[in-house]
T-cell receptor, first 114, second 115 residues
Framework: AQSVTQLGSHVSVSEGALVLLRCNYSSSVPPYLFWYVQYPNQGLQLLLKYTTGATLVKGINGFEAEFKKSETSFHLTKPSAHMSDAAEYFCAVRYTGTASKLTFGTGTRLQVTL | DTAVSQTPKYLVTQMGNDKSIKCEQNLGHDTMYWYKQDSKKFLKIMFSYNNKELIINETVPNRFSPKSPDKAHLNLHINSLELGDSAVYFC??????????????FGSGTQLSVL
């Protein structure tokens, strides 16, 4: 069964520090991979996605993620955290085929401190 | 101009009641979804409709019944509400059912509290 694991339900960084949010998927077939962000009391917004092609994907707000097939990982990074980055981040996976569904990880809450 | 809109935003009700949540998208998408987010922020798909046809029906109690009068609307009716139904329910849409590399557009959620 397709699944995605996010290590760390809560990550705290200082403003200006590197952000690293971890995501691993379990599949023998490379999936489509997504990172979504949820700000308080809002719905989810797409940050970035990996489908095919370049394994380093750049998204909005300075975030990027690298698809590493050998590690079955799709970690999200940002060189310098900003207070406005504080939110819940979800990794998600989806496969081709009918009735394909987007399966989310359990989420990582990012806290940014001064 | 909201792409995916849900009403109501908050819903507080007593156990045993029946309630509905409405969802509309103005993006011209073929596929719509209902997701449930529990108190630990875990998101789980409940249903998916493509052009008014049910595509995905996860293990959800029969008390939950989605209805899609047209492809722009997907409503969720819940009978005999239970305490465990308290959660945030998100509606979402995507261009096509087979567009697996396309993003989902989410509504802002309906926070359901069952007392």
């Amino acid at each position: 069964a397709q699944s995605v694991t996010q290590l760390g339900s809560h990550v705290s960084v200082s403003e200006g520090a590197l952000v690293l949010l971890r995501c691993n998927y379990s599949s023998s077939v490379p999936p489509y991979l997504f990172w979504y962000v949820q700000y308080p009391n809002q719905g989810l917004q797409l940050l970035l996605k990996y489908t095919t092609g370049a394994t380093l994907v750049k998204g909005i707000n300075g975030f990027e993620a690298e698809f590493k097939k050998s590690e079955t990982s799709f970690h999200l990074t940002k060189p310098s955290a900003h207070m406005s980055d504080a939110a819940e981040y979800f990794c998600a996976v989806r496969y081709t085929g009918t009735a394909s569904k987007l399966t989310f990880g359990t989420g990582t809450r990012l806290q940014v401190t001064l | 101009d909201t792409a995916v809109s849900q009403t109501p935003k908050y819903l507080v009700t007593q156990m045993g009641n029946d309630k509905s949540i409405k969802c509309e998208q103005n993006l011209g998408h073929d596929t719509m979804y209902w997701y449930k987010q529990d108190s630990k922020k875990f998101l789980k798909i409940m249903f998916s409709y493509n052009n008014k046809e049910l595509i995905i029906n996860e293990t959800v109690p029969n008390r939950f019944s989605p209805k899609s009068p047209d492809k722009a609307h997907l409503n969720l009716h819940i009978n005999s509400l239970e305490l465990g139904d308290s959660a945030v329910y998100f509606c979402a849409s995507s261009p096509r059912q087979d567009a697996t590399n396309e993003k989902l557009f989410f509504g802002s959620g309906t926070q359901l509290s069952v007392l």
